[in-house]
């Protein structure tokens, strides 16, 4: 495995950890159109972030690092999101396998892949396929090799971060039909990343396809993720906080750009009376109604963010009673809290998706004709908002939301809620 390019450096808390993305985010905003226009690999981008530091900010205190609430985590993602979400969203499975090895890893393996992230090397992921029955359908295998280890055999689609990563995680089934994760070095013999993804949004994520041909893993290398479900947890609340935060950024953007725009380029509607368009009192209004919007989606992303922390806090001593022997905290407490959190989530991301794609199409409502120029690329939020909505459907979402405030249905423990 390679060195990164610049030693990274190592954030100490949570006020280090959004100063330094506030302050990446600036810079990252700059060209940001211009790298959607010419479907530019953000590769120093990325760079800069691993030297930043704050790809680690998630690992523990006892293995070095920050140990970041998920609410700053949320925050750190929304500013960058800002600033481009496409550099957002690349990193968004780096923490999500990181999150893998605090649940899952053993004492060997946490040692290990905590040293290569607080080095700043990166996770990718090699997690959905396509053509399987559904996204949860997964036929790549993990077959045992005669010297103990494994063979991986697969391929992989949507595989956003795997261009750029020094480690893909992939997400595999075991002889037993097990869950499992291979933490897989990106440059391994049998493994091949093709840059291939044309979406029309989030346009240089490079999430395109992980082909694996008898890849050599060896057992030290494999998380048995199937036991995350055995048990309340919030692996797919964190994973989604951080795709809420990532469309909240977007919203955000959208915002800031419309204002730009209006500021600085348009006239004002003859009928006004206005000699300027920022004083035209229907444009005063309309960025009145945005504003709240993004407020709102902002407020639901950080609620959502401090009910993931609470939880942790409620299955950490459920986790530490049960090995203790007590019964301080039961079951029921444990799963009430992962499953509040899981619709905390929910909610926010809900929101999100609305307030991304609404006020990503309002920049054009509030500048006029002159704003859809394709030089100014400022279609590029609606495009990146209504790309990474499709993520995960919302209705679902809603469905489960329903069913908690209605009967008191703790949702499915599927990982992707």
């Known amino acids: 495995m390679s060195a990164p390019g610049k030693p990274a450096h190592v954030i100490t808390g949570d006020a280090e950890a959004l100063a330094v993305a506030e302050s990446l985010a600036a810079v990252f905003a700059k ?67 990181v999150n893998v090895l605090r649940a899952q890893g053993s004492p060997e393996q946490k040692r290990f892949f905590f040293g290569e992230v607080l080095a700043g ?40 971060g795997a261009l750029f990563a020094d480690w893909i995680p992939v997400l595999a089934r075991d002889a037993d039909d097990l869950l499992q994760v291979a933490y897989v070095p990106r ?6 990343v093709i840059d291939d993804w044309a979406g ?19 057992a030290a290398h494999v998380v048995p993720h199937h036991l995350t479900f055995t048990g309340p947890q919030l692996h797919g609340a964190l994973a989604q906080l951080l795709h809420a935060a990532i469309d909240v950024g977007i919203a955000g953007a959208a915002l800031r750009d419309a204002r730009e725009f209006v500021l600085t380029k348009s006239r004002p509607w003859f009928e006004s009376g206005s000699d300027t ?41 459920h986790d530490a009673a049960a090995s203790a022997g007590s019964d301080a905290t039961d079951d029921r407490d444990a799963a009430e809290a992962a499953g509040a959190a899981s619709v905390a989530v929910a909610t926010a991301k809900a ?3 609305r307030a991304a794609i609404e006020l990503a199409d309002a920049v054009f409502e509030v500048s006029g004709t002159r704003s859809s120029l394709e030089g100014l690329n ?34 499915p423990r599927h990982g992707l809620l």
Do not use: C
């Open 31 to 97: 060209d940001a159109a211009a790298r959607d226009a010419g479907r530019i690999l953000p590769e120093a981008e990325l760079a800069e972030l691993s030297a930043s530091g704050l790809l680690g900010v998630s690992v523990p205190r006892e293995h070095g690092g920050a140990e970041v609430g998920a609410a700053t985590l949320a925050e750190v993602f929304r500013l960058l999101a800002t600033g481009d979400p496409n550099i957002a969203q690349i990193p968004q499975s780096h923490f999500v396998y």
């Open 121 to 160: 090397r990166r996770f990718g992921n090699a997690q959905s396929e396509a053509g399987t029955r559904h996204v949860q359908d997964y036929r790549t295998r993990l077959t045992p090799a005669p010297d103990g280890g494994h063979v991986l055999t697969g391929e992989k689609h949507y595989s956003t």
């Open 187 to 192: 440059d391994a013999p049998g493994v091949e």
């Open 277 to 317: 368009a920022a004083e035209d009192p229907l444009l005063i209004q309309r960025f009145g109604e945005l504003a709240v919007t993004l407020r709102a989606a902002q407020a639901l992303l950080r609620e959502a963010g401090r009910a993931v922390d609470d939880a942790r806090a409620v299955l950490a001593a």
């Open 200 to 218: 029309m949004g989030q346009r240089v994520t490079a999430s395109g396809t992980v082909r694996l041909r008898e890849v050599r893993v060896p």
């Open 351 to 353: 929101y999100a998706d």
């Open 378 to 411: 400022l279609n590029r939020h609606w495009r990146n908002a209504r790309t990474h909505t499709l993520h995960d459907p919302v209705r679902w979402k809603v469905q489960h939301i329903g069913r908690y405030t209605l009967n008191g249905t703790l949702p």
